[in-house]
């Protein structure tokens, strides 16, 4: 049974990295490459050199990959790299694919910029943030960044991605002498990684509250009894008043907040009701501790 419920999540993984590289690509060559819209990374560098040489996008994402995968070998190991390898094979092939049998045959579905960029880099990211849940990446400088997040966790993968690909962006500007396209797909990679850090991050955020209350007990009850979140109790003492009070703390998902404001709200309309956010909460409820950093 054990070796069958491997086998089985193996194969869930890989379908999983299958349909990911497949959105993937999809927002690359059905979107970007056919409107010269350079998204950073190899990709964008592959799309570069296709809207010069006409090689098609794939095949260059691929051979530019080469070097990456053998650091990447070296980095973190054979068994981390097979994955990446076949999700850069997959994607590069999925591009191809769909060049020669959507573009060619069908068309550009569309040629206005803003809209190819949005469209294309909201897929690409959830593409991406498919795979790195399946602790892959899509090969490029995705394994460069996982690399330096294993140096600096404090820094969300979205961040390193701005910074790296702008520069390929704005080489962009000057080797295919359009500001103008340019832009756009700055535009694509804001889009990209914002929709990398919501799918990858988003389930992790909640919001934080301090609830500071004359009727502290009536508002907990409730709290407990309704929503069923977790409440702690934090002893505290008034500066001015100099009387002791308990003050609320929790933490709860931002679909429940709504519903512990209107409780705080009916039981004491004077509450001091404190709301900040929480981009990553462990523990029981929310995220493990032994989850793998992405």
């Keep these: 049974m054990n070796e069958y419920n491997r086998m089985k999540g193996t194969l869930i993984k890989f379908m999983m990295i299958t349909f990911g590289a497949l959105v993937y690509a999809m927002g690359i060559s059905i979107f970007l490459d056919p409107n010269n819209l350079a998204p950073g990374g190899?990709?964008?560098?592959?799309?570069?050199?296709?809207?010069?040489?006409?090689?098609?996008?794939?095949?260059l994402v691929f051979l530019i990959n080469i070097p990456i995968l053998i650091f990447g070998w070296w980095k973190f190991g054979i068994k981390f790299i097979l994955s990446t390898m076949y999700v850069t094979v997959a994607?590069?092939?999925?591009?191809?694919?769909?060049?020669?049998?959507?573009?060619?045959?069908?068309?550009?579905?569309?040629?206005?910029?803003?809209?190819?960029?949005?469209?294309?880099?909201?897929?690409?990211?959830?593409?991406?943030?498919?795979?790195?849940?399946?602790?892959?990446?899509?090969?490029?400088?995705?394994?460069?960044?996982?690399?330096?997040?294993?140096?600096?966790?404090?820094?969300?993968?979205?961040?390193?991605?701005?910074?790296?690909?702008?520069?390929?962006?704005?080489?962009?500007?000057?080797?295919?002498?359009?500001?103008?396209?340019?832009?756009?797909?700055?535009?694509?990679i804001v889009i990209s990684n914002y929709v990398?850090?919501?799918?990858?991050?988003?389930?992790?955020?909640?919001?934080?509250?301090?609830?500071?209350?004359?009727?502290?007990?009536?508002?907990?009850?409730?709290?407990?009894?309704?929503?069923?979140i977790g409440i702690t109790y934090l002893k505290a003492e008034g500066a001015y008043t100099e009387n002791e009070k308990k003050i609320i703390m929790c933490v709860c998902r931002k679909y429940n907040y709504t519903k512990v404001r209107e409780i705080v709200k009916e039981e004491d309309i004077d509450a001091f009701f404190i709301v900040s956010g929480a981009n990553e909460v462990f523990g029981d409820g929310y995220k493990s501790y032994l989850s793998e950093e992405i």
């Excluded at 909201?122 to 960044?145: E, H, K, N, P, Y």
Aim: proline letters at 0%; hydrophobic letters at 50%.
């Design 42 to 59: 190899t990709t964008g560098i592959a799309i570069i050199i296709n809207s010069i040489t006409g090689l098609k996008t794939g095949t």
């Design 91 to 188: 994607s590069s092939f999925f591009m191809n694919l769909m060049n020669e049998y959507i573009i060619l045959k069908y068309g550009v579905i569309t040629h206005d910029l803003l809209l190819s960029g949005a469209a294309g880099g909201s897929l690409m990211a959830m593409g991406m943030a498919v795979v790195f849940r399946q602790g892959a990446t899509t090969g490029g400088t995705d394994i460069i960044i996982r690399a330096l997040r294993q140096r600096y966790k404090h820094i969300r993968s979205g961040t390193i991605f701005i910074i790296t690909d702008a520069i390929i962006v704005s080489a962009s500007a000057v080797i295919l002498k359009n500001v103008e396209i340019a832009l756009y797909a700055a535009i694509t």
């Design 196 to 228: 990398l850090d919501l799918v990858l991050y988003g389930g992790d955020s909640a919001k934080l509250l301090y609830i500071i209350s004359s009727r502290q007990e009536q508002i907990a009850k409730r709290i407990l009894d309704e929503i069923d």
